[in-house]
């Protein structure tokens, strides 16, 4: 599975750009990393086959994520960014039985290139 992020850049703080990640195949579990520099990679939101959905709780009420299964394509809508929003932003997926929770790296095999989202 191949995964290609894009949507990202620089906004201002207090806006709502949406990343896109478009895979090149089947999977059970897709979900958006974020990697802010000196820090560990933390799970953002992730979404399931069944459409059960979670987020890390910082941000919770701002971001959404969402997927269009026709095009294979996932979504995280985000509003409200704050400069803590800043960081690498990465599409992760896997189509093997799930053993972690939805946030955890490890249950991820495959991964997108990341693109940058810097809040000023």
């Known amino acids: 599975v191949q995964l290609v992020e894009s949507g990202g850049g620089s906004v201002q703080a207090g806006g709502s750009p949406r990343l896109s990640c478009t895979a090149s195949?089947?999977?059970?579990?897709v979900a958006w990393f974020r990697q802010a520099p000196r820090k560990e990679r933390e799970g953002v939101a992730a979404?399931?086959?069944?459409?059960?959905?979670s987020y890390v709780d910082s941000v919770k009420g701002r971001f959404t994520i969402s997927q269009d299964n026709a095009k294979n394509t996932l979504y995280l809508q985000m509003t409200a960014l704050k400069p803590e929003d800043t960081a690498m932003y990465y599409c992760?997926?896997?189509?093997?039985?799930?053993?972690?929770?939805?946030?955890?790296?490890?249950?991820?095999?495959?991964w997108g290139q990341g693109t940058q989202v810097t809040v000023s």
């Open positions: 992760a997926a896997d189509r093997s039985p799930q053993f972690w929770s939805l946030l955890a790296p490890q249950g991820y095999t495959y």
């Open positions: 195949g089947y999977t059970t579990r």
């Open positions: 979404i399931d086959s069944e459409g059960t959905s």
